[in-house]
């Protein structure tokens, strides 16, 4: 598929009977030594196994074993009926997963897990714990305009349709240790999310507040005091700004409140003892 490979040893042995209406699968198929990269998401997953026997119900009990090449595994089992209106139904656990290999994101995770529907295109459900994030602000990743290109509806509409991409509703618990850091921010996190949508679209709600941290502003270093970001949801990822930031100079204490959105902030000076924005500014 486009920007994705799925490579390994695979065996089948696989017979059907009955009718077209009713199948009768018999058999087994098998995957050793699998290899899966997503080049356009960054993630990549190594050591699969799979497991698929028929059983005389004509369902298949699947196990399915995988690793992220760090020591993190995770585990799969259940059963894949293709005659059902859900034909996977499979039931696992993360432990210290980290798939992603990108030199902007980086998070380790453990939970339950529960794929459920079509084949190509799953309907997965999970509560995480990440143990460890790191979100690097790379410069490269934000300076200067992103390039465009016009393309008609028609191939705008294939372009849509060409990645499958899996629903999703997944809870997860931040309890800290999620890192953000670059173009003069150095912090530490902690929250509560919920994504739903797409793995390719996600929706995102909830909230992340500071733990620690400090910014670098006009050649002074802010220390974090407070507040936190909140997503809304929807497509576009766009987290609302409530953060209060401050730095003590000796005759007063600057303080910079950040409002509005991550996409169009607001930034507005106070101080101890109150002064003008231009005073404290200077």
């Known amino acids: 598929m486009p920007d994705q490979d799925l490579s390994g040893l695979a065996s089948l ?9 009713a199948p009768v699968f018999s058999g087994g198929a ?13 993630v990549l997953l190594t050591d699969i196994s799979l497991e698929a026997g028929a059983e005389k119900d004509g369902q298949a009990h699947v196990v399915l074993a995988l690793a992220d090449g760090k020591g993190g595994t995770a585990g799969l ?11 996977l139904n499979l039931r696992g656990q993360l432990k210290h997963l980290a798939p992603l290999h990108r030199d902007d994101l980086d998070l380790t995770v453990t ?3 529960h794929v459920q529907g079509a084949l190509l295109s799953p309907a997965i459900t999970s509560r995480l714990l990440v143990e460890r994030g790191e979100i690097n602000l790379l410069s ?21 349709t060409a990645r499958v991409s899996p629903a999703c509703d997944i809870q997860v618990e931040i309890p800290r240790y999620l890192f953000i850091r670059g173009r003069g921010l150095d912090s530490e996190w ?10 390719a679209q996600p929706e995102i709600k909830g909230k992340l507040s500071p733990v620690r941290g400090t910014f670098d502003l006009l ?13 809304a949801g929807g497509t576009k990822i766009n987290p ?17 409140l950040a409002r509005g959105t991550a996409a169009k902030p607001e930034i507005k000076l106070e101080s101890k003892p109150p002064l003008p924005q231009d005073e404290v500014l200077a």
């Open 111 to 113: 939970g339950l897990l």
């Open 190 to 199: 902690q929250g509560d999310l919920r994504v739903s949508g797409t793995l």
């Open 30 to 42: 098998y995957l050793a030594a699998g290899r899966y990269e997503d080049r356009d998401m960054g």
């Open 219 to 231: 050649s002074r270093t802010f220390t974090f005091d407070g507040g936190d970001i909140e997503f």
């Open 240 to 256: 609302g700004l409530n953060l209060k930031m401050i730095y003590d100079a000796p005759n007063l204490t600057a303080i910079v």
């Open 77 to 87: 089992e259940g059963r894949f009926n293709p005659t059902s209106a859900t034909p």
């Open 140 to 160: 490269s990743l934000v300076q200067g305009a992103p390039a465009t290109l016009e393309i008609s509806e028609e191939h705008a509409a294939d372009a849509a």
């Open 13 to 21: 042995d696989l017979s059907v009977g009955g009718s077209i209406k």
